[in-house]
């Protein structure tokens, strides 16, 4: 009998022992660390997605919000024709966007990886650098090459390609899509040159000895191993520029608007909150099905070329 207490009062302390050193333990330590991170997180972006996604199920009384859930802004924000319009041009322009920004970085990116040598840090410290001036300046760059009498036409007329400046480069749809290939293109850079410098050369010198010629190893090889690197620039360009506000209003002009002015619009001048938040979550769920839709057509295009 006293052997059993004895053994009983030997195992409690380490029960009690074993729960005091998991909060020694390293995952605990982990947990600690990133809880506030996470509760940052959640307290600077959840709680406005939230808010957000609440007003868009209220309504607009005047100057008061009437907190009765409703449809109804869903139902403006999906079939009137004015933001039907506003949204599949926001849509179209950040595709192309998107897909003219990877089909110029990829190539940049391959070079640098494959060809930079001991130059690789400083050509991605180069490409940067854009990135170092505001946004706005940027904005406003574009808005000097293409203007009536800007850098462009100048160029042009001095060359004598032209006899008159040219008055379509500005205030379009074109104009916005060069304008955020340019501000994106580093974005873009950054995670397919990572995804490339991941690559194993070896897997690529394998593919030479077997046959396969430049097209072919990089069709079959480095193409789909840079593959996460593509759909991430792809991603990270598609997802902001479709509810970009400051580039459509300083150089798209009437034919250049996106769902962000509306929604601007709706926030300020209209004071009609309700309605703006709902063509913002609106914008949102179709944007992130957009993004799915690219990202598994990509994965299914390199998987046939396999």
């Known amino acids: 009998m006293a052997l059993a207490a004895s053994a009983d009062l030997r195992q409690r302390p380490g029960e009690v022992g074993s729960r005091g050193s998991w909060r020694n333990s390293e995952e605990a ?57 506003l949204l599949v041009r926001s849509l179209i322009i950040s595709l192309v966007v998107s897909v003219v920004t990877v089909v110029i970085s990829y190539p940049v990116a391959w070079f640098i990886s494959f060809h930079g040598g001991r130059h690789k840090n400083l050509l991605i410290f180069l490409i940067t650098i854009p990135c170092w001036t505001s946004y706005l300046l940027r904005v406003m760059s574009w808005k000097m090459i293409l203007g009536y009498q800007g850098v462009l036409n100048t160029g042009l007329m001095s060359a004598g390609v032209i006899d008159q400046p040219i ?15 340019h501000s994106w293109a580093a974005f873009a850079i950054l995670p397919i040159f990572v995804s490339l410098e991941k690559i194993d050369r070896s897997l690529v010198e394998a593919a030479r000895d077997l046959g396969d010629g430049p097209v072919r190893s990089f069709l079959r090889v480095v193409l789909p191993l840079s593959l996460p690197g593509v759909i991430s620039a792809l991603l990270i360009v598609m ?29 300020g001048k209209g004071a009609n909150w309700p309605l703006g938040a709902a063509l913002s979550v609106t914008t949102m769920a179709v944007v992130t099905l957009m993004a799915a839709v690219c990202a598994l057509s990509l994965k299914f295009i390199v998987g046939r070329i396999r």
């Not at 972006?45 to 919000?65: C, D, H, K, R």
């Open 167 to 181: 008055a379509s480069l500005l205030y379009n749809s074109n104009a916005v899509v060069i304008t955020l290939v």
């Open 29 to 85: 330590t982990g947990l600690a660390l990133v809880s506030p991170t996470l509760i940052y997180a959640i307290a600077l972006l959840g709680v406005p997605i939230l808010t957000v996604v609440a007003y868009s199920f209220w309504s607009q009384n005047y100057l008061e919000i009437d907190r009765t859930l409703t449809l109804g802004n869903y139902r403006a924000a999906l079939t009137e024709p004015m933001y039907q319009d």
């Open 239 to 267: 997802i902001p520029t479709v509810g970009d506000y400051v580039t459509p209003k300083l150089v798209g002009g009437k034919d250049g608007v996106m769902i962000a002015t509306a929604i601007q619009a709706q926030f």
